[in-house]
């Protein structure tokens, strides 16, 4: 009787409850309390599973643990309890819930601006000062008025492939386009391909753990420009591991990207695909390729731009 009062003083109810069942019927109360817990669906998976090992004396001294348990699953945020079986007793122990984790992720993410890999000069870009002097450039700033016109989170939205020369300005567009959807209440970023692979192999090297989380943020992120792709130093690891993973992902959540590049689509195609006398590692690269640029083309639609190199003004 004492172990039974001891389980109802240790139940989360008032306390008036508490007094009013340590006078009455407390065998009638503990039968119903027991035959609950045993029938909770996870708890009778653990009992199913642990068969050959469990016996009545280890269920019986359990019931205090599947009770925590079944609270404890019903009512954390932030952790997800699992039943164990250590030393012949059933005790509980704790992971980190990844629901909960996705969503401060996303509210840390959330408006966020991230042009800090750029310049200087770029981090200032303003869209109504883009010189529109070059008539080649005039396409270019129409296409990325329309992209901050039309965007909405979450919307199928198509963005583009910013082509063209170097020093005509596209990184500077692009920079003032992040910063104009932002102002929306959008998470946006634009990061150079070259510094994202950086990025990701200097974590792998020092905090390998950290990589997924980084790789996350740029599927996840509102609105995406990764700018100069092709001029990165590309690998089978980069773009089968990190690259095709982000475009894919954001394919997916019609998530819209934008690309800056000095290699027209058909060209960047032909970069990606790397043969050489192993007619299987030749197939396989020209599949990887495949992947790659139909997702590309269902992201963005290319956009060429013309005009002088103004590398010194930006």
Known sequence: MSGIKEMVKALDVPAKL??????????????????????????????????????????????????????????????????????????????????????????????????????????????????????????????????????????????????????????????ATVKEINLKGASAAIIEVADLFNKILTQLRKDNWRVDEIITYYKEVDFLVLDDIGAENLTAYRLEDILHPIIKERYKQHKLTCFTSNLTIMEYASRLISPNNNNQDEKISKERARRTLDRINALAVEVQAYGRNRRNKY
């Open 18 to 175: 508490k007094k009013t069942l340590l006078g009455k019927d407390i065998d009638s109360f503990h039968a119903q309390v027991k035959q609950e817990t045993l029938a909770d669906p996870d708890i009778k998976q653990f009992i199913k599973s642990c068969r050959e090992v469990l016996d009545d004396d280890m269920l019986q001294k359990a019931l205090p643990t599947f009770r925590e348990f079944i609270k404890n699953r019903d009512e954390s945020e932030k952790y997800v309890p699992h039943l164990k079986i250590e030393n012949n007793q059933i005790v509980i122990r704790y992971s980190f819930d990844p629901v909960y984790q996705e969503k401060v992720t996303r509210k840390k993410w959330k408006n966020k601006l991230d042009i800090s890999n750029m310049s200087l000069d770029n981090q200032m870009a303003n869209i109504a000062e883009y010189d529109l002097n070059d008539m080649g450039r005039q396409e270019a700033y129409s296409a990325c008025l329309d992209l901050i016109k039309e965007f909405e989170p979450k919307k199928k939205q198509k963005g583009i492939w910013l082509v063209g020369g170097v020093g005509i300005g596209k990184s500077y567009l692009l920079t």
